[in-house]
Each structure stands twice: as structure tokens, then as C-alpha cells.
């Protein structure tokens, strides 16, 4: 088979490795994909949203699946394009069409898709600019801390979490009224706040059938302690120590099954991942958000714990058949340390040569931000820029060898956080 991924991460990245391993993949391709990818599979120059762009590479190069990493195409409607057009609709998209892709796209969806099932999450109202007075009363109602969310895609940045009444008041009024996130805070959802440690789930389904896949926690802040600006995530670990079987019994039961089940009873197809972000609040697992893709740096943690083969994962996904596979796990932890650009998430320089990627062995590197640059060298392209992905029985051990790795990595103004797996 001819397999297109669509995006440009480390997420990207790992799939490309995991897939470029099958017998069944004969040719991989990644569009626009970075310096890694363009080592194991060949990039296409085209960006994931260009829907007609894609459909054109799809014919010419006659790609038998596409693989969607971000949630942007999703969202757009990649899925909705391919099916309705006759020369794609044959070929089988792994992620959601664009209704499925709402439990990302609007968290008022996902809120209401999640109280029509009843699924565990916190309480919440939803806000229009017409509504601001009544938001702010609802307000009053709540304990510190107050939760605002832009409903739409705001590019990870459309969750405040404000201590203070009055400010939260003028955020939400900024947020409504003068548009702090454009049109995705045209309404915001205002949540009960829960306190607890959070984990992730991830979850394959044919729409029907589902696999949990190994569970994963990210370090989202930019400094040491969980401190600082949020970022796409700064390191992750697979398996979460604390997702005892108690726990996950819990999770497959009250909110992966509903929630697949939920997906059937409101007709919604759905070929792909979803990403379970949660809390766990007094050992009661409750649902903060869903994603409908793999999560990054999740990917760069969770794939290569899989050991099936991702394209027959993947096949049967698109087939309805994911029922006849069974998963086979890893054993081992895998952790993975994101190495990012001095200044991200704010304003950082790009095109600064990278040396020692190559002389790494006992890890797995996978780019994120780097290109080839036009004498053929690989150059940071982006915040986050390569991670570091190392196994072990022990999940410090493996974050140590991760750190160890690192230093054979070289690049002006590099940085990254050296505590990833500290709270665990
Ligand atoms: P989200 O973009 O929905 O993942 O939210 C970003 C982050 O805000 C989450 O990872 C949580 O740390 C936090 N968060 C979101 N919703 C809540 C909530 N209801 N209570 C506490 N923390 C929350
Ligand atoms: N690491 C968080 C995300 O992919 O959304």
C-alpha cells in the first residue's frame, strides 16, 4: 500500500517510522512533513488544509490510505472532501469526518455530546456576546478558580483558568465581546474547576469496535515544576504509573464505551483516534476535553509501545474490522523529552543548524520543527523542535538515557525541560 500522512510533527514523525516498518506499506509519503520524515518517507511540498492539492498528489502518486495527524484538516473537513468526491472516495481517511471532528472543534459539542451520554465531566453553561451578563452572573455562582473556554480551535490557547472574579469577568467579556480568539470565542463555555491529576487515553475505533491504546501524560508548561506559558507539550510518559487497573476499568467503562456508543446513537461515523484528555478527581476519572487525533508529544510515547503492525491496525480501522486484531503492548515505559527553540512559546529564531541527531543510538529521535535547509542541512523550522524518545522497565531510567541523548544534540539556544516525570 501507499500510505499519505498529512502534517509536519513529531507526531508525524513517529507514524512515519511506525508505518515505513510494515510489510504492508510499500511507499510512505508526508505531506509537508519535516527533516525526519524526508529520511524515511518523501515528502510532498503541500499543506494539510489544501484540500485540492492533496487530491491531486493522492491521484498522481495512487495513495490506498491517508493518515490525518492534526486536527485542522479534520475539522475543515477532509474526511467530508474524499468521501464526496468520486475519485476519492474509495480511499480510506483515518480520522473523523467533519461532525465527528465537532468533540474537538466546538467544546460546546463536546459538552453536550458528553451530558446526551452521560459521560463523567465538569458542570458547565455556554455564553454568547448576547449572553455576557448572564455569563458573568453564572460567574458569581462558582468558586474560584473560573474556567473559560473559547468554543472553536484556538490553536491550544483558548483555556484561561483565572482566580479572580472580576478579571475572569473581563476576560469572558473580551473573549465574547471583542473577540479574543476571533470567531472560536464568539461563545465560551464556562466550567466547574476540578482539581486532580490529569492523564490521557487514547482510543482507535472503527466507529463501532475500538482498541485502548497505552495511556500517556504530558508536561504542557514551558518551565520547570509546571510553571510558566503553555506550549504544545514539553515531554510525555507512557504508561501513566497512577492508571492502575481500578482506574482504567473505571475509564473503559463509564466514558471510552459510552462515548463510542454515543458516537453510533447520534450517527456519527468515525474511522480514528480520539485523544481522552482527563482529570482524576478523587480517583474518579472525568473527562477535561476530547481531541480527535493522536495527541503530540503523546505519539512520540504511545506508537512506539505498540507492537502490532499500525497499517493492519490501521486497515482495519477503515474496514470495520478492528474487533478480529488484538493489541500487543510493550511492556516497557517509553518516555520522551522535547527539545525546543530558546524563546518558545514566545517569539523564537528559526533556519539554526542542528548537528548530532545521528549519533544518537539507544534512543529514538523524532523531528518535530526542522527542515533541510538548501544546501541539504537540517535547520530548526519551528518551537518545538526534536524529541527524545527512550525505553526502559523504569520510566526514570528511560527519561534518564532520554536526558543523556540529549546532550549529543546540538543547536544555538536550545532548551528543554530537565524534570519531565517529576510529580510521578
Ligand atoms: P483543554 O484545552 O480543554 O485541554 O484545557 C487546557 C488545560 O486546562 C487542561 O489540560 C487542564 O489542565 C485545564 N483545565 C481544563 N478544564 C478544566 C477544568 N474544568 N478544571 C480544571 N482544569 C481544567
Ligand atoms: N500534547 C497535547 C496535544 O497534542 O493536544
Redo the contacts with the bound molecule.
Sequence with gaps: MKILILGSGGREHTFAWKIAQSNKASQVFVAPGNAGTAAIATNLPIGVNDFESIKKAVLEHQIDMVVVGPEDPLVNGVHDYFLNDEALKTIPVIGPSKKGAQLEGS?EFAKQFMARHAIP??A?ESFTAKTVEAGCEFLETLTP?Y?L?ADGLAA?K??L?LDDIAEAKKELRTMLVDAKFGEASAKVVI??????I?LSVFVLTDGKNYKVLPTAKDY?RIGEGDTGL?TGGMGAISPVPFADEVLMQKIEERIVKPTVKGLQEDEIPYKGFIFI?L?KVNNEP?V??Y?VRMGDPETEVVIPRIQNDLVALLEATAQGTLNELDLRIDERSATTVMVVSGGYPEAYEKNIEITGAETIEDSLVFHAGTKLNNEGKVVTAGGRVIAVTSYDEDFREAVKKSYQNIHKLHFDKMYYRKDIGFDL
Excluded: D, H, R, W
Excluded at 466550567?191 to 486532580?196: A, K
Design positions: 467544546k465531566t465538569a458547565y478558580p474556567v473556554k491550544g483558548g483555556v483558568i466550567e466547574e474547576f476540578l482539581s486532580g490529569e504542557k503553555n484528555g482529570i472525568y477535561i476535553e481531541n
